[in-house]
């Protein structure tokens, strides 16, 4: 009746104990059941690389709605024929070559990071310290170039660590995968965490409108490395595909 679900339940640490066994015990691909439900488990790169570039495989599972309750609708969750479509425009944004773009700004972030841990002290955690950089070059290349306050940096943190945690626990507890009971036991968090996503968020738009208004603002034919701190922006390449603005936005 309930298949192999005995796996997935404990902790984390547990669960994932009892996944590494079972993908080393078998090879190839095999089936695990949770309860009617079948999953097939590949471990084998190369027959994960036929099934990624078969376009019969697009579809979603199910289990990509949790995401909804977190980040609502988006191309995450969207079904296939929603997808394709908006993927073909983000095409231009997601090619290898914008990385280069890029660089300046990891440079930057990269020898910050090295600098500080190029002073002598104890041992310590400096997991703060790589956040802090990550954080850093995301907002700078995809948002604005100023930096980012320490209060939205907290903020960011407090979303990772407890939207993280409960979208864990909800895909190894199928029980929560009920969505009435779900938002039964996390309302207090989700609540909170919707409070501060959307506080976030106005503090991205704003980023936003200032980089679109300094890009009205700057000559065209001027030099725009030179104009920029570090970098092109991310929203450089957005407006030379005008629809990925109000999609990107939402």
Not at 2 to 31: H, P, Y
Request: glycine fraction near 4%; include cysteine.
């Amino acid at each position: 009746i309930i298949g192999n679900a005995l796996l997935f339940f404990g902790d984390i640490v547990n669960v994932t104990r009892n996944l590494l066994k079972i993908t080393t015990e078998f090879k190839g691909i095999f089936c695990i059941w949770i309860g009617p439900v079948p999953l097939f488990v590949v471990v084998d790169p190369a027959d994960t690389q036929v099934i990624l570039n078969s376009s019969s495989t697009l579809e979603k599972d199910n289990v990509y709605s949790l995401f909804k309750t977190f980040l609502g609708n988006g191309l995450l969750s969207a079904p296939v024929h929603t997808w394709k479509k908006y993927r073909k425009l983000i095409n231009p944004v997601l090619h290898p070559s914008n990385v280069d773009h890029f660089l300046p700004v990891f440079n930057e972030v990269g020898r910050k990071l090295t600098e500080r841990f190029s002073v002598s002290s104890s041992p310590s955690d400096r997991i703060d310290d790589i956040f802090d950089m990550a954080l850093d070059a995301v907002m700078k290349t995809v948002i604005s170039r100023n930096p980012v306050t320490d209060e939205t940096k907290m903020d960011i943190k407090y979303l990772l660590d407890s939207i993280g945690r409960i979208f864990i626990l909800r895909i190894f507890k199928v029980w929560l995968h009920i969505e009435s009971l779900f938002n039964l036991v996390y309302w207090k968090e989700l609540r909170k965490a919707h409070e501060i996503m959307d506080k976030c968020m106005n503090t991205i738009n704003e980023g936003w409108k200032e980089e679109e208004t300094i890009r009205k603002e700057i000559n065209p034919d001027a030099n725009l490395s030179n104009a920029r701190l570090s970098g092109i922006n991310l929203l450089d390449i957005m407006f030379e595909n005008q629809p990925l603005i109000t999609e990107g936005h939402d």
